[in-house]
């Protein structure tokens, strides 16, 4: 079992282009996988956090990896 932190919360500025590693269960995948990401997209894009309307928090981020957007949604690891 993974433990984590709720996703949702404010990002600094100063670490929004930062690259980072996160942790979350794919409920696609069925299974926890790790990207390599970072908050923004290179361009100036900007990722999001927020809750969804059933009360989940979610993060919208760059995946480093495969160049897309990706949402990782409930209880994540993220680290540097």
């Not at 269960?25 to 059933?54: C, L, V, W």
Request: aromatic letters at 16%; one cysteine or more.
């Amino acid at each position: 079992h993974l433990t984590g932190y709720p996703i949702c919360y404010r990002i600094p500025i100063t670490e929004r282009t930062k690259m980072f590693y996160i942790t979350y269960y794919a409920k696609k995948h069925e299974m926890f996988i790790t990207r390599k990401g970072q908050y923004d997209h290179p361009d100036g894009t900007k990722g999001k956090s927020f809750t969804s309307k059933n009360g989940v928090p979610c993060l919208v981020y760059w995946d480093l990896d495969n160049n897309g957007w990706r949402m990782a949604t409930g209880t994540a690891r993220i680290r540097t």
